[in-house]
């Protein structure tokens, strides 16, 4: 454990710009107990904005050196879609629908959907032979100053999160294989300019948009599975009398985030335990939706969008990412090293 330092000891905290909404009842006042089972974590709040290499962000530029090699998958991929492709489509809908009065349908000019047939095209052998071997996609970084509780190694104080966004068969999902650095930022003296990406993806929701970040400490209690068998039979009944739901509005946030719990809601609980033995803790979770009930709705947000004008986007999908049918991907740490092997759910 001695090479272990934590960064929140710098860390300058922020009046965040997101707040999660105050929780309708304490359950902690109701069930003392449960400060056994209560963690941290901190919601990053990624929203659509124009993030540099110096910004902790989803889909924005590297803080990475301009001597060193960008990283590559070893897996040859042939591409469902480019890129670029993607990007193009979205940019047409987004001014489509942008111009198109709430209520009315969606029209397209003759232009705009060439390019929308061009911006589908599948990559042809020609184009997945240039595009392997396949560069990795920068997914997210977060410095240590901007994100309460993220650990990192001794000396560091940024995390950098690439991905292959091409379906790995690894650790039993089929997902892109994820791939983390650590790194000090004021190592990196000079920052590697047009960074590579894959010209090739599998789906286009593995293509995360340019987000920044507002970070926000939550509080967190345990999967409701994961408590006690005695103590969920009391919540339990609790819910009964009180209304409430311990497990949708009380215990585990939704969106990205660092720290926290699992949620175990598709494959009920699985042990998640390094090769040396540890329990492994949940270091970033990568979720598709923000939220999908008002509990977890920052209060700055509308719960719908408004204007005169339809939008493309939905405010709680600010990063585009989309985690199989809409789940979270959870990317497990060992306690003991930064360099015991990653381990990964889907819920
Ligand atoms: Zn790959
Ligand atoms: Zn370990």
Request: glycine share 6%; with cysteine.
């Amino acid at each position: 454990m001695q090479n272990w330092v934590t960064c929140h000891q710098y860390v300058v905290w922020m009046t965040p710009s997101r707040t999660t909404p105050p929780r309708p009842v304490d359950i902690a006042a109701a069930f003392p107990e449960l400060a056994a089972y209560r963690r941290t974590a901190t919601r990053l709040h990624p929203r659509p904005g124009d993030p540099g290499p110096g910004d902790s962000s989803v889909g924005g530029p590297l803080l990475w050196p301009a001597d060193e090699p960008w990283p590559t998958c070893e897996t040859f991929h042939k591409g469902e879609v480019t890129t670029e492709g993607v990007r193009l489509r979205r940019r047409i809908l987004a001014q489509a629908w942008g111009r198109t009065r709430r209520g009315e349908s969606l029209v397209l000019s003759e232009q705009e959907q060439a390019d929308l047939e061009r911006a589908d095209a599948t990559p042809t052998d020609e184009d997945d032979a240039k595009a392997n071997p396949m560069p990795l996609m920068a997914l997210a970084q977060l410095y240590a100053r901007d994100v309460p509780g993220l650990t990192c190694p001794e000396r560091m104080d940024l995390l950098q999160v690439l991905w292959c966004p091409h379906d790995h068969d690894e650790h039993d999902l089929y997902l892109p294989a994820v791939h983390l650095r650590w790194r000090r930022a004021s190592d990196v003296t000079a920052v590697l300019a047009d960074q590579p990406e894959p010209a090739v993806v599998e789906y286009d929701d593995y293509v995360p948009e340019p987000c920044m970040l507002h970070p926000e400490v939550v509080t967190e209690y345990q999967d409701v599975e994961l408590l006690p068998q005695d103590l969920r039979k009391r919540i339990e009944d609790w819910e009964q009398a009180a209304g409430h739901d311990y497990q949708k509005e009380l215990s585990l946030t939704t969106g990205w985030r660092v720290g926290g719990f699992a949620s175990w809601s598709l494959s009920g609980p699985q042990p998640m335990i390094c090769e040396c033995g540890r329990d492994m803790k949940p270091l970033l979770t990568i979720d598709t939706c923000e939220w999908e009930s008002p509990y977890w709705r920052p209060v700055e947000e509308p719960d719908y969008p408004s204007g005169e004008f339809e939008s493309l986007a939905k405010p709680n999908m600010p990063t585009e990412i989309v985690i199989s049918r809409g789940y979270a991907l959870y990317v497990f740490i060992c306690p003991d090293s930064f360099d015991h092997p990653l381990r990964f759910t889907m819920q």
